[in-house]
């Protein structure tokens, strides 16, 4: 069986889309942009030297253009942080008392947890607002500011 150039470059496209789903990593999807693109210069019938140069030159492309723009996005919280992953994140609780390494223990939606100061000063008993939330711990820090 003989196969011809475009299909040949058809094949490493598939090849990489296989191995980014395995992988998950996103570049592999730009370097078979390049391979398709070798593809269909070998289907417009250019030379070897110039279906290689334009999957390069696409591929490179691609991944640096998708590069610079992940580089550029804003990264979101750490997961502990983000109320997008934490829903307890901005809801308030009520310490009684704190342990004077500054920590407490309080019940919240039913059941007991350790908390965590995050601030200026030392703790006093009072209305928290969870900061980040650590294994099974809460990380409060004053609900209204200057406290």
Known sequence: MDWS???WWWVAAGAL??????????????LALGCAAGALAAHAGMGYAAQVATAALVGAGTTAVWHFKR???PRSAPVESNRDAQMDIG??????????DG??????????WNIGYRGAGVPAPGEYVIVAVQG????????????
Do not use: K
Request: aromatic share 10%; charged share 15%.
């Open 136 to 147: 099974n711990r809460l990380i409060v820090s004053p609900a209204t500011p200057g406290r």
């Open 17 to 30: 889309v296989a191995a980014e789903l395995y992988s998950g990593t996103f570049y592999m999807l730009m």
């Open 71 to 73: 580089a550029r996005s």
């Open 91 to 100: 809801q308030t609780v009520s310490v009684p008392a704190w342990d004077g």
């Open 5 to 7: 150039a475009p299909t």
């Open 103 to 112: 920590t407490a223990r309080v019940s919240y939606r039913g059941s007991a």
